[in-house]
């Protein structure tokens, strides 16, 4: 069983639809990131986070460390939102990431 | 300023052969990660540094070795190249943001690697 995992595999979306990408993990985490890596581009770090929730423009992420969940949310999602989005858990000694989630927005 | 750099971009080697990458970080940056990217395995964290100390390493065989010098910049090495070890190699700079575990975290571009 994959330590990290991303659902759903792939998504695409109709531009203007809220969108939702989970990640579960099954070990104790000290963080979890989202990240944003869009075809033949690099990496972009869109959030770090605990607890709670965080904001940042149209997206929104939450995690929900009892129920080892989190959850990253696009509002009025654009084709440039067409990207992979990978969670990766943090420990004290390890980072794993998961699958990843491709997202194709279409005009 | 300036984000991370990697060097080189792009590299082709021969099965056997060994290969440095370099990556310097963002300015005031002490903490530098590397990672591996493959169609076949993801995203794959190699190890970390900071202030010139390895603090924690992925499950990668000893052919992989890094090391941080004193203004911060990383360099990581594969021994006895193999041809699965043709990917992406990923650095990322990091600082932390007041929070226990809570950092900000940038990417370079990569260094792409072909073993033949």
């Known amino acids: 069983k994959n330590e990290v995992e991303q659902s759903p595999q792939n998504l695409t979306a109709q531009e203007g639809e809220f969108i939702t990408i989970n990640c579960s993990y099954s070990v104790g985490i000290s963080a979890l990131h989202w990240l944003q890596q869009h075809p033949g581009g690099g990496i972009v770090s869109l959030f770090m986070?605990?607890?709670g929730k965080k904001k940042h423009g149209r997206l929104i992420a939450t995690i929900n460390i009892q129920e080892k969940h989190s959850s990253l949310h696009i509002t009025a999602s654009h084709p440039r939102d067409s990207a992979v989005y990978i969670c990766a858990t943090h420990s004290y000694d390890k980072v794993i990431f998961g699958p990843g989630t491709s997202l194709s927005v279409i005009p | 300023k300036a984000g991370v750099t990697q060097t080189p971009r792009y590299l082709i080697k021969t099965r056997g052969q060994q290969v440095t990458l370099s990556c310097s970080p963002i300015s005031g940056h002490r903490s530098v990660s590397w990672y591996q990217q493959t169609p076949g395995q993801g995203l794959q964290f190699l190890f970390e540094?900071?202030?010139?100390?390895?603090?924690n390493k992925g499950n990668f065989p000893g052919r992989f070795s890094g090391r941080q010098f004193s203004n911060s910049r990383s360099e990581m090495n594969v021994s006895t190249l193999e041809l699965g070890d043709s990917a992406l190699y990923l650095c990322?700079?990091?600082?932390?943001?007041?929070?226990?575990?809570?950092?900000?975290?940038?990417f370079g571009p990569g260094t792409r690697l072909t073993v033949t």
């Open positions: 540094y900071f202030s010139e100390t390895q603090r």
């Open positions: 986070l605990s607890s």
């Open positions: 990322a700079s990091s600082i932390k943001t007041g929070r226990s575990s809570s950092y900000e975290q940038y």
